[in-house]
């Protein structure tokens, strides 16, 4: 079992795209585990050689006996909020490393709050957030501002050309009844409703109107970074799709069974009358969790951490060097660019 994995959800949408890119990355003492035993019987039928082993959340026998050994558990099961707490208890008590793929920001204070110490006792490593909302935009301000010692303003703006919510995606909305945070004049503050902007994200998406709507990203990125003001815009048809009860699930349309979304990711920050921007351009934003997580994974079992407890993705790996070794295939890491302001 030495450096084994386990994946809980591995069956949901996410899941199978962590369990297909570990498995292509030559992964082969993986244990599938979830909820649902029929759902991970279908699974076991696509991946004969690895175990699996269904665990209820509310059943820490279970649960221990689905992680025993594990090294690292990847935690695909969301609502966060309902899922983070057991399997992190879990993971304590093997002493297995631990990632989750949250965007919800109650969660992932939550983590932070109720285990930073423990984790930090253990010498295991916890990283919430770790996907495409939360853990990107977390390494591309790390890799950005890796020089400066403060800074002013951070601002990511998330361009969709469409977004096709998984079931998933719509419990988690569901659940998810807390006020949005932001971060302001150096704290975590409520937001206020703001004005909707055009930004240009240039192609394939083009220019959008954008809307203030803070996740993960801005509890990742504050935890570590000297920053005072930090926000977040997505565009407004994303959010159409997303609220549109109508808008079907994706549907896959290429050899890694990504769907047609196009993505951007644009961070910008300030020192002064510095201005630095970075993009990421990909397709598919459940998708592009897999080989974000299994970069994580790869550096975890390497041995290429910066530090143990609960941390970030930004913070616990060297951020520039990450990203540098994504495939261009996955995403495309634009040159940083630096201006003076007026």
Not at 64 to 89: M, Q, S, V
Not at 118 to 141: E, H, V
Not at 204 to 228: C, D, F, M, Y
Not at 301 to 323: N, P, Q, R, Y
């Amino acid at each position: 079992m030495e450096n084994s994995i386990a994946i809980y959800g591995a069956y949901g949408h996410t899941g199978k795209f962590i369990v297909a890119e570990l498995s292509r990355k030559g992964y082969k003492n993986l244990l599938l585990s979830g909820r649902d035993p029929e759902k991970l019987t279908l699974l076991h039928q696509e991946y004969p050689d690895l175990k699996i082993k269904a665990a209820a959340i509310d059943d820490p026998k279970a649960m221990d006996d689905a992680f025993y050994g594990a090294y690292i558990i990847i935690n695909c099961a969301g609502p966060y909020l309902d899922t983070a707490k057991p399997i992190i208890e879990a993971a304590l008590r093997s002493g297995s490393h631990y990632i989750d793929l949250s965007a919800e920001q109650k969660a992932v204070l939550d983590v932070f709050e109720l285990f930073a110490e423990q984790a930090k006792n253990s010498k295991i490593l916890i990283i919430p957030a770790a996907a495409f909302y939360g853990g990107l935009a977390d390494l591309l301000s790390t890799a950005l501002t890796q020089d400066w010692n403060k800074i002013d303003e951070i601002n990511v703006y998330i361009g969709l050309d469409s977004w096709h919510p998984t079931k998933g995606t719509r419990l988690t909305g569901d659940r998810n009844h807390y006020k949005r945070l932001t971060f302001k004049d150096n704290r975590l503050q409520e937001l206020e409703a703001g004005v909707p902007k055009e930004w240009d994200f240039k192609n394939p998406i083009g220019i959008k109107e954008v809307v203030a709507l803070p996740l993960s990203e801005i509890i990742t990125i504050s935890r570590h970074l000297n920053v005072h003001t930090i926000s977040t815009f997505l565009s407004q048809n994303s959010l159409n799709d997303l609220r549109n009860n109508d808008t079907p699930e994706p549907k896959p349309v290429d050899s890694k069974n990504r769907s047609s979304q196009q993505f951007c990711v644009e961070v910008i920050a300030v020192k002064g009358n510095i201005r630095r921007t970075v993009s990421a351009h990909g397709q598919d934003i459940y998708a592009v969790t897999a080989p974000l997580v299994t970069e994580a994974v790869n550096r975890i079992l390497s041995g290429s951490i910066k530090k143990t407890g609960v941390t970030t993705m930004g913070e616990v790996f060297d951020a520039s060097d990450f990203l540098q070794s994504l495939s261009e295939d996955d995403i495309k890491i634009a040159a940083i660019e630096e201006s003076t302001l007026n």
